[in-house]
């Protein structure tokens, strides 16, 4: 693994379904984030975590939970899905001064 | 509330330069940053600036001007590889980031 993973890469969910989308990142990076990106907005901020143990709500956390276990790994869940949580969903991570964001390469979710 | 401005779409020719222009209204600033997404895939990390001027890193180049709240993303001898949508970005002063929607660049040969 290099870099940030995420899976599935893409999903076809029942409206109600619960579902969980994972993200794994071996850069050791203490900061991690979700984010989620529909046409014509910009990138939204869904949930974030300063260090492992801690958790944050972004703009737009309602219908999302997460936690942060370990250092590594980030995963978002949907308790009970709803089509407007259909979108292309990206995890990202930083560290540094800059704290300069990297991304995964996203799980596009349809919830019908 | 916080607003991040660029414009939807711009067209530019191969071996061309482009300006792509990003203004901004935010609860402090911390640092502005530009991302390149070619479609379908990630936004991967383009530039930072959080003092005022121009930071050239080969063909791109990014500028701030931190009292006017506006950047511009500067590419020169533009490839067809170049077309993509450019992200602007600014880390407010509770340090998260706020987007912008994206710049679809479109190059024609």
């Known amino acids: 693994i290099a870099g940030i993973t995420q899976a599935p890469t893409s999903q076809i969910l029942a409206a109600g379904r619960r579902m969980t989308l994972r993200c794994t990142q071996d850069?050791?990076?203490?900061?991690m984030y979700w984010y989620r990106q529909d046409l014509g907005l910009g990138l939204r901020l869904i949930h974030y975590s300063n260090t492992a143990g801690t958790t944050g709500k972004g703009e737009v956390p309602d219908g999302y939970s997460v936690s942060r276990a370990n250092t590594d790994d980030f995963p978002l869940t949907l308790a009970s899905a709803v089509p407007s949580q259909t979108s292309v969903y990206f995890c990202?991570?930083?560290?540094?001064?800059?704290?300069?964001?990297?991304f995964g390469a996203g799980t596009r979710l349809s919830v019908l | 509330g916080q607003n991040i401005d660029q414009p939807t779409e711009m067209t530019a020719t191969e071996g061309a330069i482009v300006q792509i222009n990003c203004t901004y209204q935010?609860?402090?600033?911390?640092?502005l940053f530009w991302y390149q997404q070619h479609a379908g895939e990630a936004p991967t990390f383009l530039s930072y600036?959080?003092l005022d001027g121009l930071e050239e890193k080969g063909r791109f180049s990014s500028f701030l001007s931190r009292s006017k709240g506006y950047s511009y993303l500067l590419l020169k001898e533009l490839q067809m590889k170049d077309s993509a949508s450019y992200l602007c970005?600014?880390?407010?002063?509770?340090?998260?980031?706020?987007w912008g929607a994206g710049t679809k660049l479109i190059i024609k040969p």
């Open positions: 970005a600014v880390r407010d002063g509770n340090y998260q980031l706020i």
């Open positions: 990202a991570s930083s560290e540094g001064a800059k704290n300069i964001q990297y």
């Open positions: 600036n959080v």
């Open positions: 935010t609860s402090g600033f911390n640092g």
């Open positions: 850069m050791r990076h203490n900061a």
